[in-house]
C-alpha cells in the first residue's frame, strides 16, 4: 500500500510511506541502520525510499530543537551585549 501510495503524483499521496516508514522505525528498535536497508524495486533498481525518510526525519527533529535554541542565544546574547557596550 505504501509503495502504491508513493507512486502516485506528489498532490494525490496521503503519506503512507511515511507512516510505513514510521512503523518500521519503531518496531526495529529505533534503528536507522537496519532502516536504511529497507528498499524497493522500481523502474531505476531498488530505491532506499525508507533511508531518504530518516534522513529528512532526523533533519526536521534537529531544526525542532536547533531552532528554539538558536533564538535562545540570540535573546540571551543581544540584551549582554547592549549592556557592554553602553557602559561606554
Known sequence: MAWVDYLKPR???KGLMSCYC???FKSFGYSPTKLKNI???????????CQEWIEIWALAGFCKVA??????????AVPMTIDALSQF
Open 11 to 13: 498532490d494525490e499521496q
Open 22 to 24: 514510521f512503523e518500521k
Open 39 to 49: 528498499d524497493f524495486e522500481d523502474y531505476k533498481g531498488k530505491t532506499p525510499l
Open 67 to 76: 531552532g528554539p535554541m538558536f533564538v535562545l542565544a540570540i535573546n540571551l
